[in-house]
C-alpha cells in the first residue's frame, strides 16, 4: 500500500472518528446547554468551525498532492524531451558531416544510455532498429546519399515513436488517428530527399 493511500484511509478514519465524535458531543452539549441562554448556538458554532477547519486541512493536503504530482511529470516530461532533442541534433550532425569518427559512434552510446533512463519501450525498440541500420551504414566510417535516405527514414519512424511517448495522451484525447500521423511524419521526411 502506497504513503498516499495510507494518508487517505488516515483522513477518511480521522472523519469519521470527527463526524462521530461530533455528533456525540453536539447531543450532549445541546442538551446540557438547553439552560443556558445562547450556549447551544455556541455550540453549533465551535463545532461548525471545527468542520470547516478539517475539511479545508484535508483539501489543501489534497491540492498540495495533486501540484506536486504535476511539477514532478512536467520536469520529467522536460527531462524525456531534453535527452530526444540531444539524440536527434547529434544525429543531425553526423548526417551533415557524413563521417563517424569514434567521438561519434561514444556519444550515441552515451545518449543510448540516457534514452535507457527516460524513453518509453517502444522508443527503445525503435531506437533499437534504428542502431541495427546506423551500425551497418556507419561501418565504413563513412555516411553516403543513399544511406543518408536510409537514416532519414528510420529516423522518422523513431521520431513517430518519440512524438508517441511524448504527446501521445493528447493526440488520442483529440482523436488524432495515429496511422494517419505516421505515414504525414513519413511522408514528410520523404518528400525533401
Do not use: C, W
Not at 33 to 41: G, H, I, R
Not at 89 to 100: Q, Y
Not at 148 to 169: H, N, P, T, Y
Amino acid at each position: 500500500m502506497s504513503k498516499i493511500q495510507r494518508e487517505n484511509i488516515l483522513y477518511m478514519l480521522l472523519s469519521i472518528i470527527l463526524v462521530l465524535g461530533g455528533y456525540v458531543f453536539l447531543r450532549y452539549a445541546y442538551h446540557v446547554a438547553e439552560t443556558v441562554p445562547f450556549s447551544q448556538e455556541i455550540v453549533l458554532i465551535v463545532l461548525g468551525t471545527i468542520v470547516t477547519v478539517f475539511i479545508t486541512a484535508m483539501l489543501l493536503n489534497k491540492q498540495t498532492e495533486v501540484e506536486l504530482k504535476k511539477e514532478e511529470n512536467i520536469k520529467f516530461i522536460d527531462l524525456k524531451t531534453g535527452i530526444y532533442i540531444q539524440l536527434i541534433e547529434h544525429l543531425e550532425d553526423i548526417i551533415l558531416d557524413g563521417n563517424v569518427d569514434q567521438k561519434d559512434r561514444i556519444k550515441l552510446r552515451i545518449l543510448a544510455h540516457k534514452l535507457a533512463i527516460v524513453a518509453s519501450h517502444e522508443v527503445l525498440e525503435q531506437f533499437e532498429r534504428f542502431i541495427e541500420k546506423f551500425t551497418k551504414i556507419a561501418s565504413d566510417s563513412i555516411v553516403k546519399k543513399a544511406e543518408i535516405d536510409v537514416l532519414m527514414g528510420e529516423l522518422a519512424k523513431l521520431s513517430i515513436f518519440i512524438r508517441q511517448d511524448l504527446i501521445g495522451d493528447l493526440d488520442s484525447r483529440r482523436n488524432i488517428d495515429q496511422q494517419k500521423l505516421a505515414k504525414q511524419i513519413i511522408d514528410n521526411s520523404d518528400a525533401l530527399q
